[in-house]
Nanobody, 113 residues
C-alpha cells in the first residue's frame, strides 16, 4: 500500500518561507518522478513543481524563482522550499507520485499578514 505523508504547512506572513516535506512508503521511491500540486479555495487543483527520478526539475510560472523542489532518495522524501510567499500561494499542497494515482492528505499553507 502506497502512503504519502505531507508536513510543514502553516501560517506565514507575506515574504516569508516554508519548507514542505512528503515522505513516501510502499514504492521504490527512487525510480519515480514526484510532483507537488496545490488547491486553493474555489479553484481547481494546479501543478506546482516536478522532480524527475534523476533530479531534473520543472516549475509552474507562478512559482518559478521562488519555490525549489528537491528529493532525498535515501529518506524517500520530496521537499518543496517556498520563499517570498504571497497571499495567492495560500492553498492545500499535495504531493503525488507521477504515473500513479497516489496522493497525500495535503498540508495547508496560509499566507497572510
Amino acid at each position: 500500500q502506497v502512503q504519502l505523508v505531507e508536513s510543514g504547512g502553516g501560517l506565514v506572513q507575506p515574504g516569508g518561507s516554508l519548507r514542505l516535506s512528503c515522505t513516501v512508503s510502499g514504492i521504490v521511491f527512487s525510480i519515480y518522478a514526484m510532483a507537488w500540486y496545490r488547491e486553493a479555495p474555489g479553484k481547481q487543483r494546479e501543478w506546482v513543481a516536478t522532480t524527475s527520478s534523476d533530479g531534473r526539475t520543472g516549475y509552474a510560472d507562478s512559482v518559478k524563482g521562488r519555490f525549489t523542489i528537491s528529493r532525498d532518495n535515501a529518506k524517500n522524501t520530496v521537499y518543496l522550499q517556498m520563499n517570498s510567499l504571497k497571499p495567492e500561494d495560500t492553498a492545500v499542497y499535495y504531493c503525488t507520485v507521477l504515473g500513479r494515482n497516489d496522493w497525500g492528505q495535503g498540508t495547508q499553507v496560509s499566507v497572510s499578514s
